[in-house]
C-alpha cells in the first residue's frame, strides 16, 4: 500500500482501541460512535489485509498482526510528539493560548484572585485555568501547566515540588464555635463541620483510624463543590475543614482550629513543550512566584512557620 494513499487517521483509532481494550471506550476517548469505531477498525483489516482482533463479549484482544501494529502506531505518536515540540508554534509563542490546571482549593481560593494581575501584566497570553481532575486513559489532561496536590506519575512530564498547603477548621463570626476564639479539636468534636472531599480522602490517607481527626472527619458531611462548603460556612450553617490560604481571600471566616497533622505538598508540572514556548516560561514563573514559601508563608513545610498560634487581626471577632 502506497503511504500516500493510506488513511494515518485509523491508526489513531486502532491505537485508542488497543490501549483500552474495547470499541466502546475508544468511542468515549475519542468522541465518536461505537458503530463508527467498529466499521473504522473493519476498513483498516481489509486495507491491510489481515486480521487485527479477536473480538468476544468481553472485548477484543489483539492478534500478532495487531501488536506488531501497534509498536509501529506508537513510534508514529511519538514521531507526532516530537513535531508538536520541535516545529509547531515557532511563530508567536509570546503570545496566545495557555491552559493551567490546578487544585479546586488553590485555584478558587489562591490562584484566581490574583489572576486578573497577571492577565494585566500579559494582555498577549490567553491563560485559561480550569480544576484539575485525576486523568484517566479516556481523558488525558491536556493542560500546559498543573498545580495539583497529587504527584504526577506520567513519566514525560516535568515535575517539581513548590511547597506545602496546610489546614485549619474555619467558621462564620456569627457560629457558635466563633465565640471563644481559638480551640482545640476535642471542644469541637460535637460540632457539624463540613470537609471538601480531596481534604477528606488525604485524612483518610494519612491517619489511622483511631485518631481523632480521621474519626471527626468520618462522622461529618463531605461534599465534592468547595464553593458550596464556603457558603455553608459563612452562612454559619457549619464549621469548615479549608486550607489556611483562605485566610487571604475570605476575611470574613474566623480560624477555630489548626489541623497540622495533615498537609499536602503541591506539585507543579508541565510537558517540555511548554517551557519551549515564550508563553509557557512567563506562566510558569508566575506559577513558582504564586508559590514561593520565602514570600507567603502559608506554603512553607512546617506547620510551626506556616501556621500562625493566634488568627490574624482580620480573623478575629468583631468585639
Request: proline content about 6%; charged content about 25%.
Amino acid at each position: 500500500m502506497q503511504a500516500e494513499g493510506f488513511d494515518w487517521d485509523k491508526l489513531r483509532v486502532f491505537r485508542a482501541v488497543a490501549q483500552l481494550g474495547s470499541m466502546s471506550a475508544a468511542a468515549s476517548r475519542l468522541g465518536g460512535s461505537v458503530p463508527t469505531i467498529s466499521r473504522r477498525m473493519a476498513d483498516l483489516e481489509a486495507d491491510l489485509n489481515t486480521q487485527l482482533f479477536h473480538r468476544s463479549t468481553r472485548g477484543i484482544e489483539l492478534t500478532d498482526a495487531g501488536r506488531i501494529l501497534l509498536r509501529h502506531a506508537d513510534v508514529m505518536a511519538d514521531v507526532v510528539d516530537a513535531v508538536q515540540l520541535d516545529v509547531a508554534d515557532r511563530g508567536g509563542s509570546d503570545t496566545g493560548l495557555v491552559r493551567l490546571d490546578a487544585d479546586e482549593a488553590v485555584l478558587a481560593l489562591w490562584i484566581v484572585p490574583r489572576l486578573a494581575g497577571f492577565l494585566r501584566a500579559n494582555p498577549d497570553i490567553d491563560l485559561r485555568a480550569s480544576a484539575w481532575t485525576p486523568p484517566t486513559p479516556e481523558a488525558v489532561s491536556l493542560a500546559d501547566v498543573s498545580v495539583t496536590l497529587d504527584r504526577p506519575v506520567q513519566s514525560d512530564l516535568i515535575t517539581r515540588r513548590l511547597g506545602k498547603v496546610h489546614y485549619g477548621i474555619y467558621a462564620a463570626p456569627s457560629h457558635p464555635a466563633a465565640a471563644g476564639g481559638m480551640s482545640k479539636l476535642a471542644s469541637i468534636y460535637s460540632a457539624r463541620c463540613l470537609f471538601h472531599r480531596p481534604h477528606a480522602d488525604l485524612i483518610a490517607a494519612a491517619m489511622l483510624p483511631s485518631d481523632m481527626l480521621r474519626q471527626f472527619c468520618e462522622r461529618s458531611p463531605v461534599t465534592n463543590s468547595l464553593a458550596a462548603a464556603l457558603a455553608e460556612c459563612r452562612a454559619g450553617a457549619s464549621l469548615c475543614a479549608l486550607p489556611t490560604i483562605v485566610e487571604s481571600t475570605c476575611p470574613d471566616l474566623q480560624r477555630i482550629c489548626l489541623l497540622p497533622e495533615v498537609r499536602a505538598d503541591i506539585w507543579l508540572s508541565f510537558p517540555e513543550r511548554t517551557r519551549r514556548l515564550a508563553r509557557g516560561t512567563v506562566v510558569l514563573d508566575w506559577v513558582r512566584a504564586l508559590f514561593d514559601a520565602e514570600e507567603h508563608s502559608y506554603f512553607r513545610h512546617s506547620p510551626v512557620h506556616a501556621l500562625r498560634a493566634e488568627p490574624s487581626a482580620q480573623l478575629r471577632r468583631p468585639a
